[in-house]
T-cell receptor, first 113, second 110 residues
Framework: AQSVSQHNHHVILSEAASLELGCNYS??????LFWYVQYPGQHLQLLLK??????LVKGIKGFEAEFIKSKFSFNLRKPSVQWSDTAEYFC???????????FGAGTQVVVTP | SQTIHQWPATLVQPVGSPLSLECTVE??????LYWYRQAAGRGLQLLFY??????ISSEVPQNLSASRPQDRQFILSSKKLLLSDSGFYLC?????????FGPGTRLTVL
């Protein structure tokens, strides 16, 4: 079955630490990949996306993600996190023309001052 | 600019009662619309999607139904709620390259 796996459900780190969240998917064929973020009390919003081209994509707020096709992975990174990065992060995959998204279970990230 | 509304924001309902959650989109026409649910400790699961008025596709068998009576209105319903229907329900519409999500409805079934 097609699936999206996020490796960590809960991450706690200090400000200025580096962050990397893993995401693997099990779809064959062409996929579009997304990272969404939900800050406390806010709507789910797009961090970054990959459709084609350069496998290293840059998003908002200093986040980036690397698409590695051979590993079916799309890991999210940020070199130095801030307290305001405390949020839940979701990896998502679209593999059809209807725009349907399949999400991972999410990772709750807590950044301590 | 486009805006998506959902109501109510929170809802507590007894088992066996009916449900109606509403989603409306402003600032776009003929959008693809989606209902997702996030159960506790789980990711978002696609429940329904719609590519036009009256066109509904169900992704998972369940106790819920959806309707799209107008181009920018998407309704999630149930005739009799189950405990397992508790969760956070998100409506979304699809732009050219991403989905935009509403604020969500937190449903608790007691």
């Amino acid at each position: 079955a097609q699936s999206v796996s996020q490796h960590n459900h809960h991450v706690i780190l200090s400000e200025a630490a580096s962050l990397e969240l893993g995401c693997n998917y099990s779809y064959g064929g062409t996929v579009n990949l997304f990272w969404y973020v939900q800050y406390p009390g806010q709507h789910l919003q797009l961090l970054l996306k990959y459709f084609s081209g350069d496998p290293l994509v840059k998003g908002i707020k200093g986040f980036e993600a690397e698409f590695i096709k051979s590993k079916f992975s799309f890991n999210l990174r940020k070199p130095s996190v801030q307290w305001s990065d405390t949020a839940e992060y979701f990896c998502a995959v679209n593999a059809d023309s209807w725009g349907k998204l399949q999400f991972g279970a999410g990772t709750q990230v807590v950044v301590t001052p | 600019s486009q805006t998506i509304h959902q109501w109510p924001a929170t809802l507590v309902q007894p088992v066996g009662s009916p449900l109606s959650l509403e989603c409306t989109v402003e600032g776009t026409s003929n959008p693809n619309l989606y209902w997702y649910r996030q159960a506790a400790g789980r990711g978002l699961q696609l429940l329904f999607y719609s590519v036009g008025i009256g066109q509904i596709s169900s992704e998972v068998p369940q106790n819920l139904s959806a309707s799209r009576p107008q181009d920018r209105q998407f309704i999630l319903s149930s005739k009799k709620l189950l405990l397992s229907d508790s969760g956070f329900y998100l409506c979304a519409w699809s732009g050219r390259s991403e989905q935009f999500f509403g604020p969500g409805t937190r449903l608790t079934v007691l």
